[in-house]
């Protein structure tokens, strides 16, 4: 890390450093710490002679899809994390919401485009011969998205200070060389896979590995051949099943969702180095990791951590967010004198080590990464159709609607039918995999919410 904590410094430190160095590998193109920060740099030129001051990038994972994230950060301008496979209108939503003025699009090559995907001519090449960049350029803000109680996708604004602090802090717990490498196969458009499976590893001077997508993931780590291998829990546990750890593989670091006590059981025998990332989108995946198999996190910043009267977790410092997207309201409720009300509830043992009690249960924390809005789901479902009651819950891991029809005689079949429809509008992250009737009004608290306990309890009797 430089003094100034920022890409281009980044990138250059390490270009002058290790020039010949492989940074990134995808499949058989391997690219050197050099040509990386060349890259990035001609792209960044190259964004500065376009006005608009946000640019989207949603591809699968890729050297150029590197190049562009880097080089629009860079150039100065905000940058908007948006997942490739998301329903075209779910997608264009989102466009609208962070008010993108360009795209960059896998199909088209990456080619900047309008806010509609369609090709600027004058785009179509990088020509920046006799430019200069501007080291003085302040660096452009990162945009992407999480769930939240109120909404299904919410903008999170992290700056660029917050994911190198975050890559600062691991570094302070997890070992990463330049002799390391890290293979990357999980999604780069969410805080976790972005920043530690490619920003940290990069700041160490490893080699990132890109994955070459889903039907390639058992194999990737026998072509690969990594040392460290970033993981959702489904991921991890998979490869774990089918045989798919390396020889060469020292280190595991599983994030995105909490690790499963039966997971973390499965691993602890053999010679692998286990870790568990505790945090939320909103800090920067930055609050603490579990090594031990207990259950409790070693906190990254001890002061930067404090439990409420009511046992929730609160944050502070240089790992929390600049906030949601235009939205005061929101920030308001969250963010109180620069800390951030997490949600989660949680204490502090006597070692000093943070313990979970509670995720949020406004959201359901998917064991893909995935996060989705309790309320908003709940909502959407009792929307539909002949419903009267619905309620969304991660059963047997299956994503599951308990739903009270209006109609008492209503058949399974008939909701089947509705549900997948509303599973092609919201796509594969939140597809709800089963359903199930309940001709009674769904068991509720004392102060109305619905008893989840009473809600499973009850799918376990009708098995």
């Given at each position: 890390?430089?003094?100034?904590?920022?890409f281009?410094?980044?990138?250059?430190?390490?270009a002058?450093?290790?020039?010949?160095?492989v940074a990134?590998?995808?499949?058989t193109?391997?690219?050197?710490?050099?040509k990386?920060?060349?890259?990035v740099?001609k792209?960044?030129?190259h964004f500065?002679?376009?006005d608009?001051?946000?640019?989207?990038?949603?591809?699968?994972a890729?050297?150029?899809?590197?190049v562009?994230?880097?080089?629009?950060?860079?150039?100065?301008?905000?940058?908007v994390l948006?997942d490739?496979?998301?329903?075209?209108?779910?997608?264009?939503?989102?466009l609208?919401?962070?008010?993108?003025?360009?795209?960059?699009?896998?199909?088209?090559?990456?080619?900047?485009?309008?806010?509609?995907?369609?090709?600027?001519?004058?785009?179509?090449k990088?020509?920046?011969?006799?430019?200069?960049?501007?080291?003085?350029?302040?660096e452009?803000?990162?945009?992407?998205?999480?769930?939240?109680?109120?909404?299904?996708d919410?903008p999170?604004?992290?700056?660029?200070?917050?994911?190198?602090?975050?890559?600062?802090?691991?570094?302070?717990?997890v070992?990463?060389?330049?002799?390391?490498?890290?293979l990357?196969?999980?999604?780069?458009?969410?805080?976790?896979?972005?920043?530690?499976?490619?920003?940290?590893?990069l700041?160490?001077?490893?080699?990132?590995?890109?994955?070459?997508?889903?039907?390639?993931?058992?194999?990737?780590?026998?072509?690969?051949?990594?040392?460290?291998?970033?993981?959702?829990?489904s991921?991890?546990?998979?490869?774990?099943?089918?045989?798919?750890?390396?020889?060469?593989?020292?280190?595991?670091?599983?994030?995105?969702?909490?690790?499963?006590f039966r997971?973390?059981?499965?691993?602890?025998?053999?010679?692998?180095?286990?870790?568990?990332?505790?945090?939320?989108t909103?800090t920067?995946?930055?609050v603490?990791?579990?090594?031990?198999?207990d259950?409790?996190?070693?906190?990254?910043?001890?002061?930067?951590?404090?439990?409420?009267?009511?046992?929730?977790?609160?944050?502070?410092?240089?790992?929390?967010?600049?906030g949601?997207?235009?939205?005061d309201?929101?920030?308001?409720?969250?963010?109180?004198?620069?800390?951030?009300?997490?949600g989660?509830?949680?204490?502090i043992?006597?070692?000093?080590?943070?313990?979970?009690l509670?995720?949020n249960?406004?959201?359901?924390l998917?064991p893909t990464?995935?996060?989705?809005s309790r309320?908003?789901?709940?909502?959407?479902?009792?929307?539909?159709?002949?419903?009267?009651?619905?309620f969304?819950?991660?059963?047997?891991?299956?994503?599951?609607a308990?739903?009270?029809?209006?109609d008492?005689?209503?058949?399974?079949?008939?909701?089947?039918?509705?549900?997948?429809?509303?599973?092609e509008?919201?796509?594969?992250?939140?597809?709800?995999?089963?359903i199930?009737?309940?001709?009674?009004?769904?068991?509720?608290?004392?102060?109305?919410?619905?008893?989840?306990?009473?809600?499973?309890e009850f799918?376990?009797?009708?098995?």
């Amino acid at each position: 890390m430089t003094d100034k904590n920022t890409f281009y410094n980044m990138l250059k430190n390490n270009a002058q450093k290790h020039p010949d160095a492989v940074a990134v590998v995808y499949d058989t193109m391997k690219v050197t710490y050099a040509k990386l920060f060349d890259d990035v740099t001609k792209k960044a030129l190259h964004f500065q002679k376009f006005d608009g001051e946000r640019i989207a990038i949603f591809g699968q994972a890729s050297y150029r899809w590197i190049v562009n994230m880097f080089g629009t950060i860079v150039a100065g301008k905000d940058l908007v994390l948006v997942d490739f496979f998301l329903p075209h209108d779910s997608r264009v939503d989102l466009l609208k919401k962070t008010e993108v003025n360009y795209t960059l699009t896998s199909t088209n090559q990456y080619i900047l485009s309008d806010e509609n995907s369609i090709i600027i001519s004058s785009a179509e090449k990088d020509d920046v011969e006799g430019l200069i960049y501007d080291e003085n350029t302040t660096e452009g803000d990162i945009i992407m998205f999480t769930a939240t109680a109120g909404e299904c996708d919410k903008p999170v604004v992290l700056s660029v200070d917050n994911i190198l602090n975050t890559a600062t802090e691991i570094s302070n717990r997890v070992e990463c060389t330049e002799d390391d490498i890290v293979l990357a196969q999980i999604p780069l458009h969410n805080e976790f896979g972005l920043i530690y499976s490619l920003i940290w590893p990069l700041c160490c001077g490893a080699m990132v590995c890109i994955g070459r997508g889903l039907r390639h993931i058992d194999a990737d780590t026998y072509y690969y051949d990594p040392t460290i291998l970033i993981g959702t829990p489904s991921m991890i546990d998979y490869l774990r099943a089918v045989s798919g750890f390396n020889s060469e593989l020292k280190t595991i670091i599983i994030g995105g969702a909490s690790c499963p006590f039966r997971l973390f059981e499965n691993l602890c025998d053999s010679d692998l180095k286990v870790y568990n990332i505790y945090g939320t989108t909103e800090t920067s995946g930055c609050v603490g990791v579990n090594e031990l198999y207990d259950g409790s996190y070693t906190l990254f910043d001890k002061d930067a951590v404090t439990i409420a009267e009511d046992g929730e977790i609160l944050v502070k410092g240089p790992c929390v967010m600049k906030g949601y997207y235009k939205d005061d309201e929101a920030n308001n409720k969250v963010l109180k004198d620069g800390v951030y009300h997490t949600g989660d509830y949680g204490r502090i043992n006597n070692a000093g080590r943070l313990v979970l009690l509670q995720r949020n249960p406004d959201i359901i924390l998917l064991p893909t990464g995935e996060k989705i809005s309790r309320v908003r789901t709940n909502e959407q479902i009792t929307a539909i159709n002949g419903v009267a009651e619905g309620f969304i819950t991660f059963y047997n891991n299956r994503l599951t609607a308990i739903i009270v029809p209006i109609d008492k005689g209503a058949t399974e079949d008939i909701f089947k039918r509705r549900i997948d429809k509303y599973n092609e509008k919201k796509g594969y992250r939140w597809e709800i995999q089963k359903i199930v009737l309940r001709k009674e009004p769904l068991p509720r608290n004392a102060d109305g919410t619905v008893d989840e306990d009473a809600v499973c309890e009850f799918i376990e009797k009708i098995k």
